[in-house]
C-alpha cells in the first residue's frame, strides 16, 4: 500500500484568496496524470460556484488545520498495512493520496489507469470536521472497506435501472462501514456520527428499511436520493443509508461469512433485501 499527501504550497491554487480551476488542472494533473477530467465529470452535476467554490476557499483560511491534517494522516496510515493483515489475513494493493478536490467527497475509491486509488479530499474533511485522528482513521478504514470488496469480490457494477442502482449502492456503503467496525472493532464514535444519531435511527429502522424500499422507484439518482451524502436528510438525518447499509449486512452475514458476500448478485441483493424488510426487529 502506497500513500502520500498532496498539500504542500496550495496558496499557489488561489489567487487574491479565491480558488483558480486553471492552477488547480495544473496541480492536479501532478497529482496524477489524467485525473482532472476524472475530478471534473464526477463533479459536474454541481453548481460550481455556488456548491464547490464556497468549500474550496475555506481551505486557504486553514493552514495551519491542513499542516495537522497531514501529520493526522500519516500517523494513522503508518501501520496499516499490518492493521489490515492481522485482521483480514489478506492485503490490500492501493494508493491513498490526500490531495485538494473539488469537493468530490471526503473520500473516494476509484480505478485509473490500472490503479486503486484512495483520494481524500481535504475541502470536504475540513467542511465536516473530521481533520481529528479517530475520524481519519473511521474514514480511512471506511474506505479500504471498498478497496477490500474491489479486490476480493465485486466493488462497482453498472445498471440500467437506477431503481437497482441505488440498492447496489446501499450494499456496497453497507460493506464498507462493516468492514470498518470491524477493523476497529466497532470503535467508531466520533463528531459526524453520534449516540443521537445512532439511537435515532435505530428507533425509526423499520420505518426506515421501508421507506428506502418504497424510494427506489422514484427517489433514486444522485440529486433526488435521500439516504447517502452529508447534503441529504431522511427525516432530519443525514447518511441514514450508512446506518441502513450496515444493518443490512449485518442480517446478510447471519446467514453467510463476511467473505462470500462480496459479489452477490443484484437478484440476490433484491431479494435479501424484501427479506430483510420483512423482518419484525
Known sequence: MI??????????????????????????????????????????????????????????????????????????????DEIIKKKTGRNLECEIILYLGLCNGAGWVIEHCGKTLILLGIEKILELNLDKYDEMKKLIFHELG?????????????????????????????????FEQSIMEGNTSN????NFWKEGLEKMLP?????????????????????IGDWVSYNGYCDAG????????????????FNDILDLSIEEIKNEYNDFCNLKS
Not at 499527501?5 to 496541480?27: A, M, P, Q
Not at 463528531?191 to 453520534?194: A, G, H, L, P, R
Open 3 to 80: 500513500y502520500r499527501s498532496e498539500v504542500t504550497n496550495l496558496d499557489r491554487l488561489f489567487e487574491n484568496g479565491t480558488f483558480s480551476i486553471d492552477k488547480w488542472k495544473y496541480y492536479i494533473e501532478n497529482v496524477f496524470s489524467g485525473l482532472s477530467e476524472v475530478v471534473i465529470e464526477d463533479a459536474s452535476g454541481y453548481n460550481f460556484e455556488k456548491d464547490i467554490v464556497p468549500i474550496i476557499n475555506n481551505v486557504y483560511d486553514n493552514k495551519e488545520r491542513i499542516n495537522k491534517l497531514e501529520i493526522i494522516f500519516h500517523d494513522v496510515l503508518k501501520d496499516v
Open 146 to 178: 471498498h478497496v477490500y470488496q474491489s479486490q476480493y469480490g465485486t466493488l462497482n457494477k453498472q445498471f440500467d435501472s437506477k431503481s437497482l442502482q441505488m440498492l447496489w449502492q446501499l450494499y456496497m456503503e453497507g460493506i464498507a462501514v462493516y
Open 191 to 194: 463528531s459526524q456520527y453520534s
Open 207 to 227: 420505518q426506515l428499511k421501508e421507506d428506502f424500499r418504497k424510494d427506489l422507484d422514484v427517489l433514486n439518482d444522485r440529486f433526488t436520493q435521500r439516504y
Open 242 to 257: 450508512y446506518f441502513l447499509g450496515e444493518k443490512f449486512i449485518n442480517y446478510l452475514c447471519l446467514k453467510k461469512e
